[in-house]
């Protein structure tokens, strides 16, 4: 059989133009028409061709660089200023322009606040497009690794161990320089003494402000190289880093709004995020869905009380577990007289609220009619007697889980895993992000949104095809700025 052998000698020569280094029908193209079509003044990235001193690349062209080297998993500025000098879809979509990679660095880190905005117009565009409709909207979270080590991550308790350790090393090299002090010959050096001496004091007071920022900023834990990050647990094991959260349309399944959070659980962040997408989305949605990791009263009644269908399953839905004899539930709850009523027929009047959990407090009336009851060990083993919590929105709760169990709403839930697994899938394995780049929670989001844009992008291309998505860019970006560049009138040529 005849073998095809490559000859590196062989005289070729290029297109001769950097025009003709893609086809017409390259993706690079799309990634550039999308930059081409965003608003750069809106974004807050100033083109100013007179100012004096060094001439400064394009910030659309830098733009365009990052967008298009995040959605193939090239983050990196080291690798991003490599593949402009290599790669020919790199090299046509900057033009030429090879910034080393401080540049593309220095770019990424003073346009956080852009890169974030970036993603509003890219939904922007989407709802132009009809691709967005906004009526269900999904929300989920994802635990990444932040620019930082978890061994940089403290708390009181290791504080203290430090602190502990460095204490008895101090005592231990100030024994040994009394012992060495009563030798009358063969005395060493004091020299690596002190600095033994030095070196524990040193770690001692650098631990003691560790735990004096730790408490001024009312944190369980502090992490010393990204001080906005949270010690997170996840499949992939315990690390410093971010919840990242993102909120997915029903329609086409594309981002609406994205978010990165220092904390390591979802509650709380239903009403957040939701109200996120409605400021981007410009109206309130008909329906919220999430898992049960969203499942805190308090914050569903938020997003309830403004007329949206919440569709989220409590804990005890999600864990499946069967109600015991003497579970609350079997109780029964007189609304007008505020208590319950025990299976055995007594009755537990209000005690008290409790404000950290927002949650009232029944018991019995006499401690000594639990004790004598013929339940008592199976019901409670508390010698004061049986106590049931009620939350303060507990009718809202019970309201969320019969809509929930509804037909209709499980047929919504079902879209779940459909519509916004994949986009973590998609991030983690396609893109292989293990980690965020940037330190500090503006920069985990200024990650965040670019990673929803490429992901946006990509979906677009799969709903239009290229040919329609360039031209509606196009329609775009014409009627939205007067005067278009000749690099982007130049795509459709």
Same mark, same amino acid.
């Given at each position: 059989?005849?073998?095809?052998?490559?000859?590196?000698?062989?005289?070729?020569?290029?297109?001769?133009?950097?025009?003709?280094?893609?086809?017409?029908?390259?993706?690079?193209?799309?990634?550039?028409?999308?930059?081409?079509?965003?608003?750069?003044?809106?974004?807050?990235?100033?083109?100013?061709?007179?100012?004096?001193?060094?001439?400064?690349?394009?910030?659309?062209?830098? =733009?365009?660089?990052?967008?298009?080297?995040?959605?193939?998993?090239?983050?990196?500025?080291?690798?991003?200023?490599?593949?402009?000098?290599?790669?020919?879809?790199?090299?046509?979509?900057?033009?030429? =322009?090879?910034?080393?990679?401080?540049?593309?660095?220095?770019?990424?880190?003073?346009?956080?606040?852009?890169?974030?905005? !970036?993603?509003?117009?890219?939904?922007?565009? @989407?709802?132009?497009?009809? =691709?967005?409709?906004?009526?269900?909207?999904?929300?989920?979270?994802?635990?990444?690794?932040?620019?930082?080590?978890?061994?940089?991550?403290?708390?009181?308790?290791?504080?203290?161990?430090?602190?502990?350790?460095?204490?008895?090393?101090?005592?231990?090299?100030?024994?040994?320089?009394? !012992?060495?002090?009563?030798?009358?010959?063969?005395?060493?050096?004091?020299?690596?003494?002190?600095?033994?001496?030095?070196?524990?004091?040193?770690?001692?007071?650098?631990?003691?402000?560790?735990?004096?920022?730790?408490?001024?900023?009312?944190?369980?834990?502090?992490?010393?190289?990204?001080?906005?990050?949270?010690?997170?647990?996840?499949?992939?094991?315990?690390?410093?880093?971010?919840?990242?959260?993102?909120?997915?349309?029903?329609?086409?399944?594309?981002?609406?709004?994205?978010?990165?959070?220092?904390?390591?659980?979802?509650?709380?962040?239903?009403?957040?995020?939701?109200?996120?997408?409605?400021?981007?989305?410009?109206?309130?949605?008909?329906?919220?869905?999430?898992?049960?990791?969203?499942?805190?009263?308090?914050?569903?009644?938020?997003?309830?009380?403004?007329?949206?269908?919440?569709?989220?399953?409590?804990?005890?839905?999600?864990?499946?577990?069967?109600?015991?004899?003497?579970?609350?539930?079997?109780?029964?709850?007189?609304?007008?007289?505020?208590?319950?009523?025990?299976?055995?027929?007594?009755?537990?009047?209000?005690?008290?609220?409790?404000?950290?959990?927002?949650?009232?407090?029944?018991?019995?009336?006499?401690?000594?009619?639990?004790?004598?009851?013929?339940?008592?060990?199976?019901?409670?083993?508390?010698?004061?007697?049986?106590?049931?919590?009620?939350?303060?929105?507990?009718?809202?709760?019970?309201?969320?889980?019969?809509?929930?169990?509804?037909?209709?709403?499980?047929?919504?839930?079902?879209?779940?895993?459909?519509?916004?697994?994949?986009?973590?899938?998609?991030?983690?394995?396609? =893109?292989?992000?293990?980690?965020?780049?940037?330190?500090?929670?503006?920069?985990?989001?200024?990650?965040?949104?670019?990673?929803?844009?490429?992901?946006?992008?990509?979906?677009?291309?799969?709903?239009?095809?290229?040919?329609?998505?360039?031209?509606?860019?196009?329609?775009?970006? @014409?009627?939205?700025?007067?005067?278009?560049?000749?690099?982007?009138?130049?795509?459709?040529?």
């Amino acid at each position: 059989m005849a073998i095809r052998e490559g000859n590196r000698r062989q005289l070729e020569l290029l297109p001769p133009s950097i025009e003709q280094y893609v086809a017409e029908d390259a993706p690079v193209r799309a990634y550039d028409a999308f930059v081409e079509a965003l608003d750069l003044k809106e974004l807050g990235i100033e083109i100013d061709p007179t100012k004096e001193g060094n001439p400064a690349y394009d910030p659309r062209a830098m =733009l365009k660089l990052l967008v298009y080297g995040y959605s193939y998993g090239v983050r990196s500025s080291r690798k991003l200023e490599r593949e402009v000098y290599y790669n020919l879809s790199f090299i046509w979509l900057m033009g030429g =322009l090879k910034p080393d990679h401080k540049t593309i660095a220095e770019f990424r880190r003073q346009n956080k606040e852009a890169l974030k905005l !970036a993603l509003r117009q890219c939904v922007r565009m @989407c709802l132009k497009l009809d =691709l967005i409709a906004g009526n269900t909207l999904f929300v989920d979270g994802s635990k990444i690794r932040g620019n930082a080590s978890i061994k940089n991550t403290w708390d009181e308790d290791k504080c203290q161990k430090v602190i502990a350790k460095a204490e008895r090393k101090i005592e231990a090299v100030i024994k040994e320089a009394e !012992a060495l002090d009563e030798e009358e010959d063969g005395q060493p050096s004091m020299v690596a003494i002190k600095k033994s001496l030095e070196d524990a004091r040193d770690i001692r007071q650098r631990v003691e402000r560790i735990m004096e920022e730790l408490k001024q900023s009312d944190k369980n834990n502090l992490n010393t190289v990204d001080k906005e990050c949270a010690r997170i647990n996840s499949i992939h094991g315990t690390g410093a880093g971010y919840n990242a959260q993102v909120v997915v349309d029903d329609k086409n399944g594309l981002i609406v709004s994205c978010d990165a959070v220092s904390s390591n659980t979802d509650l709380g962040q239903f009403s957040v995020q939701i109200d996120q997408a409605k400021e981007i989305l410009g109206k309130a949605c008909q329906n919220g869905v999430a898992d049960s990791g969203y499942a805190y009263t308090d914050d569903l009644a938020k997003i309830a009380g403004q007329g949206i269908k919440v569709i989220v399953p409590t804990q005890r839905f999600a864990s499946g577990r069967k109600l015991g004899e003497y579970d609350k539930q079997n109780f029964a709850y007189d609304a007008a007289k505020d208590c319950y009523t025990c299976t055995q027929g007594e009755v537990l009047k209000y005690g008290w609220l409790d404000r950290k959990n927002n949650t009232r407090i029944y018991m019995i009336a006499k401690e000594e009619t639990c004790r004598k009851c013929p339940a008592f060990g199976k019901c409670t083993t508390a010698l004061s007697g049986r106590k049931v919590m009620r939350l303060v929105e507990e009718e809202l709760r019970d309201g969320l889980e019969k809509e929930y169990i509804l037909p209709d709403n499980q047929a919504i839930y079902k879209k779940r895993q459909q519509k916004i697994e994949l986009i973590f899938g998609h991030i983690r394995r396609n =893109l292989g992000v293990s980690s965020f780049l940037l330190r500090g929670r503006e920069g985990a989001r200024a990650e965040m949104s670019l990673l929803s844009i490429c992901f946006n992008i990509t979906r677009m291309l799969s709903l239009l095809g290229f040919a329609k998505l360039i031209a509606k860019l196009k329609e775009i970006f @014409c009627s939205e700025n007067s005067i278009p560049s000749l690099q982007f009138l130049a795509i459709s040529t």
